[in-house]
T-cell receptor, first 115, second 115 residues
């Protein structure tokens, strides 16, 4: 059983550096979501792909953030010029589009610490 | 816009006691509703979901939740708490329509189970 995987699991970086995270969804899932979770809070939606198309972006996703999903498979989330406020857990979820109540399956997350 | 309120950021129960975690949603129409559990340093695992079928939904690990439209609530219960239930629990909603099904989460409830 291969679930959603994310790499790396932990990343420590210095302010101003660029970082990239990878998400590998469940293979037959056509939807992929990125969320950010800060300490003591629930996850917040960042962006969403259906196949390779990025269809929605949250206002939380500043221009320093970019996400891609080439060929509709894995996805990457890049943060440029990191700031201390970017420190958070970045969660990826995938799902299969259904007419009702699709379930999103979450990966273990990438915990980012910006020093 | 949809929102979720989880009353009680921390709940403590004795092992064997009833677990009740509260969730209220705000939406113009009843959305899809979910409960997820998160163990330390892990992603989120789906406990159960409501998709406009039966109002009493049974999930994994003995949990269940009841959708009450008149109270805009979706409280999570378990008759008898086990030590392994100690975790953080998130209630979430997603829209009925539109292409994206991004989840809007509450701020979570940390459940402690006392021996």
């Amino acid at each position: 059983d291969t679930g959603v995987s994310q790499n790396p699991r932990h990343k420590i970086t210095k302010r101003g550096q660029n970082v990239t995270f990878r998400c590998d969804p469940i293979s037959e899932h056509n939807r992929l979501y990125w969320y950010r979770q800060t300490l003591g809070q629930g996850p917040e939606f960042l962006t969403y792909f259906q196949n390779e198309a990025q269809l929605e972006k949250s206002r939380l996703l500043s221009d320093r953030f970019s996400a891609e999903r080439p060929k509709g498979s894995f996805s990457t989330l890049e943060i440029q010029r990191t700031e201390q406020g970017d420190s958070a857990m970045y969660l990826c979820a995938s799902s299969l589009a259904l007419t009702s109540g699709e379930t999103q399956y979450f990966g273990p997350g990438t915990r980012l610490l910006v020093l | 816009a949809q929102s979720v309120t989880q009353l009680g950021s921390h709940v403590s129960v004795s092992e064997g006691a009833l677990v009740l975690l509260r969730c209220n949603y705000s939406s113009s129409v009843p959305p899809y509703l979910f409960w997820y559990v998160q163990y330390p340093n892990q992603g989120l695992q789906l406990l159960l979901k409501y998709t406009s079928a039966a109002t009493l939904v049974k999930g994994i690990n003995g949990f269940e939740a009841e959708f009450k439209k008149s109270e805009t609530s979706f409280h999570l219960t378990k008759p008898s708490a086990h030590m392994s239930d100690a975790a953080e629990y998130f209630c979430a909603v997603s829209p009925l329509s539109g292409s994206a099904r991004q989840l809007t989460f509450g701020s979570g409830t940390q459940l402690t189970v006392l021996p």
